[in-house]
């Protein structure tokens, strides 16, 4: 397999991924059990990618045989085509098309080939259905080509949606020093190139996260003798430090979640790597309760997880701040792409609970009214009707059990987080404190006109960052 998604919509999850036999496969999680993969799209390449608009629709492009570029989308459990773009003259480039999809109509971010380099493209349609033309947003460089190389899904740009029409677009560029980083894209234009980080070692790896007013970026940098973990935060104008998080022989497989208010940064590693004699690899991690400011000592991860792991991208129509919990890769076993390794452990709001069906009385009813008055005969449709019901109150039992230890486990929890919140306050109070005693304090500022924008969307592109397209 060699592109997966695990997509989280309003009462299920769905596992979409490419299998070498059968194409791009779905499978659905319901009723506590994943089902068997049903086809999407058995003559599409692996080059596919999937997106959910506000609504819950479900959209998928992928690219199939003869280069044409199909849209598909699932309605009421339907997956429903059509051809999105035509393949002039059968050129055989993989295109990876990333959309904006918006109450007013849709753009696209896909990548091109011009001369012998390789470019991002933005192109929109307006709210007849109309496509302008294509506009160009960047040259871009090969992962791999020049020191820069990503394993996730085979792409060399990651898109990042923050809002509809709002996306960070990552990727590397070649200009002196490799350098990876981001613009910023709307339907109608884009921010300059923000550098994340330069080297000229080789980024192996990249993790990137966005939360409510944050920007988090994890990185694996490869020198000649060992690799590091490096990671990047942007909650303002600017990024923080870098900070190394470990370091080691063999680092490699790097993904962020942020669960419950606390900041995950997890790696495989393998040989010595700081962590012991065994050649095997192995998951490490390293947390942070201050969102990004410190990070605790790495450590081995010790609970069950698979031999192969690979990491799928994760979408959720459910918004992440609701739950607490934001991903944008998750961790799935090679040789079973629906197993999501290591969330279930974490975030126990991750799999649907299983819903209790309600029946009705009228059979049993009518057995009951049916049986030979003063007989202690009990017919096998009375037994059988009785095992069910046994069942399904034993089945709510353990869910209202389960709700229960979740509350407990969550006004925990709250506390804890309460208790750190009025620390930090009072440390921040007794900050505040010593520069206004210093004479040191300063007013903040921001832009006329942006603070609604600048609240909503921290990340959002602003006047003076601006380019118009070209």
């Given at each position: 397999?060699?592109?997966?998604?695990?997509?989280?919509?309003?009462?299920?999850?769905?596992?979409?991924?490419?299998?070498?036999?059968?194409?791009?496969?779905?499978?659905?999680?319901?009723?506590?059990?994943?089902?068997?993969?049903?086809?999407?799209?058995?003559?599409?390449?692996?080059?596919?990618?999937?997106?959910?608009?506000?609504?819950?629709?479900?959209?998928?492009?992928?690219?199939?045989?003869?280069?044409?570029?199909?849209?598909?989308?699932?309605?009421?459990?339907?997956?429903?085509?059509?051809?999105?773009?035509?393949?002039?003259?059968?050129?055989?480039?993989?295109?990876?098309?990333?959309?904006?999809?918006?109450?007013?109509?849709?753009?696209?971010?896909?990548?091109?080939?011009?001369?012998?380099?390789?470019?991002?493209?933005?192109?929109?349609?307006?709210?007849?259905?109309?496509?302008?033309?294509?506009?160009?947003?960047?040259?871009?460089?090969?992962?791999?080509?020049?020191?820069?190389?990503?394993?996730?899904?085979?792409?060399?740009?990651?898109?990042?949606?923050?809002?509809?029409?709002?996306?960070?677009?990552?990727?590397?560029?070649?200009?002196?020093?490799?350098?990876?980083?981001?613009?910023?894209?709307?339907?109608?234009?884009?921010?300059?190139?923000?550098?994340?980080?330069?080297?000229?070692?080789?980024?192996?790896?990249?993790?990137?996260?966005?939360?409510?007013?944050?920007?988090?970026?994890?990185?694996?940098?490869?020198?000649m003798f060992s690799s590091q973990l490096i990671y990047r935060k942007k909650s303002s104008a600017?990024?923080?430090?870098?900070?190394?998080?470990?370091?080691?022989?063999?680092?490699?497989?790097?993904?962020?979640?942020?669960?419950?208010?606390?900041?995950?940064?997890?790696?495989?590693?393998?040989?010595?790597?700081?962590?012991?004699?065994?050649?095997?690899?192995?998951?490490?991690?390293?947390?942070?309760?201050?969102?990004?400011?410190?990070?605790?000592?790495?450590?081995?991860?010790?609970?069950?997880?698979?031999?192969?792991?690979?990491?799928?991208?994760?979408?959720?129509?459910?918004?992440?701040?609701?739950?607490?919990?934001?991903?944008?890769?998750?961790?799935?076993?090679?040789?079973?792409?629906?197993?999501?390794?290591?969330?279930?452990?974490?975030?126990?709001?991750?799999?649907?609970?299983?819903?209790?069906?309600?029946?009705?009385?009228?059979?049993?009813?009518?057995?009951?009214?049916?049986?030979?008055?003063?007989?202690?005969?009990?017919?096998?449709?009375?037994?059988?009707?009785?095992?069910?019901?046994?069942?399904?109150?034993?089945?709510?039992?353990?869910?209202?059990?389960?709700?229960?230890?979740?509350?407990?486990?969550?006004?925990?929890?709250?506390?804890?987080?309460?208790?750190?919140?009025?620390?930090r306050i009072r440390e921040l109070e007794d900050e505040l404190h010593e520069l206004k005693t210093?004479?040191?304090?300063?007013?903040?500022?921001?832009?006329?006109?942006?603070?609604?924008?600048?609240?909503?969307?921290?990340?959002?592109?602003?006047?003076?960052?601006?380019?118009?397209?070209?």
């Amino acid at each position: 397999m060699k592109n997966q998604y695990i997509v989280r919509m309003a009462d299920r999850l769905l596992a979409i991924y490419y299998s070498d036999t059968s194409g791009i496969v779905y499978r659905s999680f319901e009723g506590g059990r994943w089902g068997k993969a049903t086809p999407i799209a058995p003559g599409a390449h692996s080059n596919f990618t999937v997106s959910i608009d506000r609504n819950g629709t479900l959209y998928l492009f992928c690219q199939e045989a003869n280069g044409d570029v199909h849209l598909y989308r699932l309605r009421q459990g339907e997956w429903k085509s059509r051809v999105m773009l035509k393949n002039p003259g059968n050129k055989q480039a993989r295109l990876h098309i990333h959309p904006l999809l918006y109450d007013d109509g849709m753009s696209i971010i896909y990548n091109s080939v011009i001369g012998e380099g390789s470019a991002l493209m933005l192109q929109s349609m307006d709210e007849r259905g109309k496509w302008y033309p294509p506009e160009r947003i960047d040259s871009y460089s090969q992962m791999g080509g020049t020191g820069i190389a990503d394993a996730r899904l085979g792409a060399d740009f990651s898109v990042v949606p923050v809002a509809p029409d709002h996306a960070l677009i990552f990727y590397a560029r070649n200009a002196g020093e490799p350098a990876i980083g981001y613009v910023e894209a709307s339907p109608t234009r884009t921010t300059t190139f923000n550098t994340i980080y330069s080297t000229g070692s080789k980024i192996i790896d990249t993790s990137f996260l966005v939360t409510n007013d944050s920007l988090h970026v994890l990185l694996v940098v490869r020198g000649m003798f060992s690799s590091q973990l490096i990671y990047r935060k942007k909650s303002s104008a600017s990024f923080s430090a870098p900070v190394v998080i470990a370091e080691g022989a063999q680092i490699s497989s790097c993904l962020l979640m942020f669960v419950s208010g606390i900041l995950y940064a997890y790696f495989m590693v393998g040989g010595q790597a700081g962590f012991g004699q065994e050649s095997s690899t192995q998951l490490a991690y390293s947390s942070s309760a201050d969102v990004g400011e410190t990070f605790s000592r790495a450590a081995r991860y010790t609970n069950k997880f698979c031999a192969a792991p690979v990491k799928s991208t994760y979408i959720s129509h459910v918004p992440m701040d609701e739950g607490g919990f934001f991903a944008r890769q998750l961790y799935v076993d090679r040789n079973n792409v629906a197993d999501v390794q290591l969330v279930p452990d974490m975030y126990e709001e991750f799999l649907p609970i299983i819903p209790v069906a309600v029946a009705t009385t009228s059979a049993l009813d009518e057995q009951t009214l049916g049986a030979p008055s003063g007989d202690t005969y009990v017919s096998e449709g009375l037994v059988d009707q009785v095992a069910v019901y046994k069942s399904k109150l034993e089945l709510a039992q353990m869910q209202l059990e389960e709700k229960e230890r979740r509350l407990v486990k969550h006004i925990q929890t709250e506390g804890e987080e309460r208790k750190r919140l009025i620390a930090r306050i009072r440390e921040l109070e007794d900050e505040l404190h010593e520069l206004k005693t210093a004479g040191r304090a300063e007013e903040p500022s921001i832009q006329p006109g942006a603070a609604d924008a600048a609240r909503k969307y921290p990340l959002m592109i602003l006047p003076d960052h601006t380019k118009t397209m070209i």
